[in-house]
C-alpha cells in the first residue's frame, strides 16, 4: 500500500479510506456473491455456505475451525501486543520530535506528552502513561513499521523491540538475493528431493508443440523435469538407470504480459491406476479393443498412470543480457540440466518456490488407486500442508548453506547475513498473525452469522444502491467488532475524521447510505480492506486453511525433522534432510493424497494413533497443538 510510505499523516488517512472502499463495484459485488451462496446452500439443505463447505474439510466443522481461531488468538496476543508497544513508542517519538508538526498525528500527540508531563514527578512515569494513551490508527501500521528509530531512543526495554532493525533487514534481505542464483535454488529442490525420498529431478528438453509458451521464448522460461525413483526401479525401464519413472513437472518461472499472475500448482493429468490393452499383429488396425466384435479379456494389463504438474510463478524475468547467460547444470553426473546462473531469488522467491514443489510433489508421490484422491485432489486445509512443510526446508540454515552459493564467487552464503534475514521476519509476526486470524473470522462471520444469512434472505437487499452500502456497513461493522475481540488490531469508526480537511469522498458516499449522519458512529471498518481481499472468491469458508496448514506442518516439522536431536546431539543437517523421515512422509502422506480420511493420515504420520490397522473402530484423533508454529514464528521460521 502507498501510504506506507508516505510522511504526511493527513494524506496518509485519505489514503487509507480511499484503499479500503476500493473498487466500489465490490460493495455491490459482495452482497450478491453471498446471497447466491447462501441460496445455493439451502437448496442443498445447509444451514449456511460456511457449514457446506467445510464438511469434508480436516476441520470438519465451523466449531472446530472457530475453536483453532481461538486458540492461536490467545497465543498470539502477548506477541502481537509487544508489537503495537513498538509501534506506539514509535508514534510517540516521531510527535515529540516535529515529525509532520502540522498534522493531527504529530500535534496531538506533542500536546499529550507535554500534559502528561507537567502532571507527573517522573519522567518515566509520564513516558509510560503517554505511550499507554498513544492511539493507533489503521493508516499508522504499515508506515510506523518502515520506522528505522534506535532502540535506546524509545526507552522500551529489548524484549519490546524489534528483533532486527528495519534498515538492516532490509539490507540483509537485499544482499542475501545474490545467493540465489535460480539455478542454485533449482539444485537446492532437487538435493532436498534426493535426500528424503531417494527420487532424482532430471531435466528434459521441451519438444515443439509441447508447451503453451512459442512466441518471444527465452531460455529458461520453462523447464521440464522428469522425477525418477531409484529406490523402486521399474524392470526392463527405459527412464535412466531403470528407474522408476513417477511424473513430470513443467516449471513456468518469470512473469510477462497476459501470464497468470500469482504462483500456482496445475495438475494436467493426475496419477492413478489405469490398464491398458495388449494388441496382437492381427489387431494392429484397430484403433481400440472396443470397435472389434470380439476381443480377448486376458490382454487387459493394469497400468499405473503418470502424473503431469505445472508450477506457474510470478518473479521478476531477467534482463535479456542475462537471459543469454546459461550454463550447465548437474543435479547428478551424468544429468546436465540448464537454468539460469546468474538471476537471482529473494528470498520469499525462493520459499515460494518451495511452497509449490512441495504441492508438485504431493501430486507426483501420490499412489492413490483413482484419480479423484490423486495428490491434491483434497479439501484446501489438508492439501496446503505438504506445500507449507517444504517451506521449512527453504528456512532452515543448515539446509540452505547446502546449496545457496553467490552467484559470481560461488562462496557459501554466510550465516551471520542468513541468521538477520530469517529474524527480520519474525520483527511483526505476532501482528501478522493477527491479520490472518481476522481475515479467517471474516470469512467464517460472512457465510454464516444469523444476521446477515438472514438479512440476505430479503431481496430488497440488492434492489438498491442505498440497500447494498447499508449491507456492507452491517458485515463490515460485524467483522470489525469480532477483530477487537479476538485481536488488538486497530478499526476505524465511518464518523471518526482526524483529518484536518475532512472525510475522504469514501466516507462520505457511505454515510449519504445511512438515515442521518449521527449514524455513522455505529459503524466501523476493520483493519485490512475487505473490498479488495480476492480470497472472499476462491477460498469461500476456507480461508482458515492457511493457519490450520501452518499450524500442522510446523507440528510436522518439529517431530520429525527437528525433535529428533537432543542436547547432547544436537540438530544436524543429517537429522533434518532424514531418509529415514523423509521415507515415512512419503509412505504415511503424500502417496496417500486424499484417499484417506485427513485426521487418520495425520494420526498415522504423527505416530498418535491409539490402536492399528484401519478398522472402523480405529481411533482417528489427531490434536493440534500451535505450540512448534509459535515457536519458529518467533524466529522467522515460520
Not at 526401479?233 to 512473469?255: I, N
Not at 537471482?344 to 508438485?360: M, P, Q, Y
Not at 469461500?540 to 507440528?555: D, I
Request: aromatic residues 8%; contains cysteine.
Amino acid at each position: 500500500m502507498a501510504a506506507a510510505s508516505v510522511q504526511n499523516d493527513v494524506l496518509r488517512e485519505q489514503l487509507w479510506w480511499e484503499y479500503s472502499l476500493t473498487p466500489r463495484e465490490n460493495v455491490t459485488t459482495l452482497p450478491a456473491l453471498l446471497q447466491q451462496r447462501h441460496q445455493l446452500a439451502k437448496f442443498l439443505g445447509y444451514e449456511h455456505y460456511a457449514q457446506k463447505m467445510l464438511l469434508k474439510s480436516a476441520c470438519k466443522n465451523i466449531d472446530a475451525v472457530r475453536d483453532l481461531i481461538k486458540t492461536l488468538s490467545t497465543a498470539a496476543r502477548p506477541y502481537a501486543q509487544e508489537n503495537f508497544t513498538l509501534l506506539r513508542a514509535r508514534k510517540l517519538y516521531l510527535a515529540e520530535h516535529g515529525h509532520n508538526a502540522t498534522g493531527s498525528f504529530s500535534a496531538g500527540l506533542k500536546n499529550l506528552f507535554s500534559s502528561v508531563t507537567s502532571s507527573s514527578s517522573s519522567s518515566s512515569s509520564a513516558r509510560q502513561e503517554a505511550l499507554d494513551r498513544v492511539v493507533l490508527h489503521p493508516w499508522d501500521i504499515a508506515y510506523l513499521q518502515n520506522q528505522s528509530i534506535p532502540t535506546e531512543l524509545l526507552g522500551l526495554p529489548p524484549s519490546t523491540s524489534s528483533r532486527v532493525d528495519p534498515a538492516e533487514y532490509d539490507r540483509a534481505v537485499r544482499k542475501i538475493k545474490e545467493y540465489f542464483p535460480v539455478s542454485r535454488c533449482l539444485e537446492g529442490l532437487a538435493l532436498v528431493t534426493e535426500s528424503l525420498f531417494g527420487v532424482r529431478l532430471v531435466q528434459d528438453d521441451v519438444q515443439p508443440g509441447e508447451i503453451w509458451l512459442h512466441e518471444h521464448r527465452q531460455p529458461g522460461d520453462i523447464l521440464k523435469f522428469h522425477l525418477l525413483d531409484d529406490l523402486h526401479p521399474s524392470p526392463g525401464s527405459s527412464s535412466s538407470r531403470g528407474s522408476q519413472l513417477l511424473g513430470t513437472v513443467y516449471v513456468d518461472m518469470f512473469r510477462r504480459p497476459h501470464k497468470f499472475p500469482g504462483a500456482a500448482h496445475f495438475t494436467v493429468r493426475c496419477g492413478c491406476d489405469t490398464v491398458e490393452y495388449e494388441y496382437g499383429s492381427h489387431e494392429a488396425g484397430m484403433v481400440s479393443p472396443f470397435a472389434a466384435s470380439s476381443y480377448d479379456t486376458t490382454k487387459w494389463r493394469p497400468k499405473a498412470q503418470t502424473p503431469i504438474v505445472a508450477l506457474v510463478f510470478p518473479f521478476h524475468p531477467p534482463s535479456s543480457d542475462a537471459a543469454s547467460q546459461v550454463r550447465g547444470m548437474s543435479f547428478t553426473a551424468g544429468h546436465n540440466a540448464t537454468a539460469l546462473a546468474n538471476h537471482c531469488l529473494s528470498l520469499s522467491d525462493v520459499e515460494t518456490l518451495f511452497h509449490e514443489w512441495g504441492h508438485a510433489l504431493h501430486s507426483l508421490l501420490s499412489k492413490a488407486k483413482y484419480q479423484h484422491h490423486s495428490g491434491t485432489r483434497g479439501f484446501t486445509d489438508f492439501v496446503e500442508i505438504p506445500s507449507h512443510l517444504f517451506e521449512h526446508f527453504a528456512r532452515d540454515p543448515q539446509v540452505i548453506r547446502q546449496w545457496a552459493k553467490h552467484h559470481v564467487t560461488d562462496e557459501s552464503i554466510p550465516l551471520p547475513l542468513l541468521e538477520t534475514a530469517l529474524s527480520g521476519k519474525a520483527n511483526y509476526q505476532g501482528l501478522d498473525l493477527q491479520v490472518q486470524i481476522a481475515l479467517s473470522l471474516a470469512d467464517q462471520y460472512l457465510l454464516s452469522d444469523p444476521t446477515l444469512t438472514t438479512a440476505l434472505n430479503n431481496p430488497s437487499v440488492l434492489h438498491s444502491d442505498r440497500d447494498q452500502r447499508r449491507f456492507f456497513l452491517q458485515a463490515m461493522e460485524g467483522i470489525a467488532a469480532l477483530q477487537l475481540q479476538y485481536t488488538d488490531l486497530p478499526v476505524a469508526a465511518l464518523s471518526s475524521v482526524t483529518a484536518l480537511n475532512g472525510p475522504a469522498a469514501s466516507q462520505r458516499w457511505l454515510q449519504s447510505a445511512l438515515d442521518h449522519p449521527t449514524d455513522a458512529a455505529a459503524f466501523r471498518l476493520p483493519y485490512m480492506p475487505m473490498l479488495a481481499h480476492r480470497h472472499f472468491v476462491g477460498y469461500a469458508g476456507t480461508y482458515h486453511s492457511y493457519l490450520y496448514a501452518k499450524v500442522v506442518a510446523a507440528q510436522i516439522w518439529d517431530r520429525l525433522f527437528v525433535s529428533r536431536s537432543t542436547s547432547s546431539s544436537p540438530a544436524t543437517v543429517d537429522n533434518v534432510l532424514s531418509r529415514e523421515m523423509g521415507l515415512h512422509l512419503r509412505r504415511e502422506l503424500l502417496a496417500k493424497g486424499s484417499s484417506r480420511p485427513a485426521e487418520l493420515l495425520l494420526s498415522r504420520l504423527l505416530h498418535t494413533l491409539q490402536s492399528k490397522g484401519e478398522g472402523s473402530g480405529e481411533s482417528r484423533s489427531f490434536a493440534v497443538d500451535p505450540e512448534p508454529y509459535l515457536r519458529m514464528m518467533m524466529r522467522g521460521l515460520a
